[in-house]
């Protein structure tokens, strides 16, 4: 069996968030969803922006919700997701 190589922060390592990559991988679901985290380097790049810009917004205390856990900046992809919705603009709305 091959395995594929996940990238540091890859939402795809947390199978119990994505019930079909758990049937996928082998995994059983599970009824606790596990939280996944997003580092501030993941957000910048899933936004196409710098990580300073992030940094800035922190700063500011604007922006989405973040952890601050052993010196390291993390974001929750659940409060990623909700931030993107609440800024959502457009005719889709």
């Not at 091959?2 to 599970?30: E, I």
């Not at 205390?61 to 609440?86: C, H, N, Q, T």
Request: with cysteine; proline share 6%.
């Amino acid at each position: 069996m091959t395995t594929t190589p996940r990238m540091k922060g890859d939402v795809r390592s947390c199978s119990r968030h994505n019930p079909t990559l758990a049937l996928r991988t082998g995994h059983a679901p599970v009824s606790t969803p596990l939280v996944c985290h997003l580092t501030e380097t993941d957000v910048a790049r899933r936004w196409r922006m710098s990580v300073r810009t992030l940094q800035a917004w922190r700063w500011r205390k604007v922006g989405p919700p973040y952890l601050k856990a052993m010196g390291k900046v993390l974001y929750r992809l659940s409060d990623i997701e909700a931030f993107e919705a609440e800024h959502l603009r457009g005719a889709g709305r």
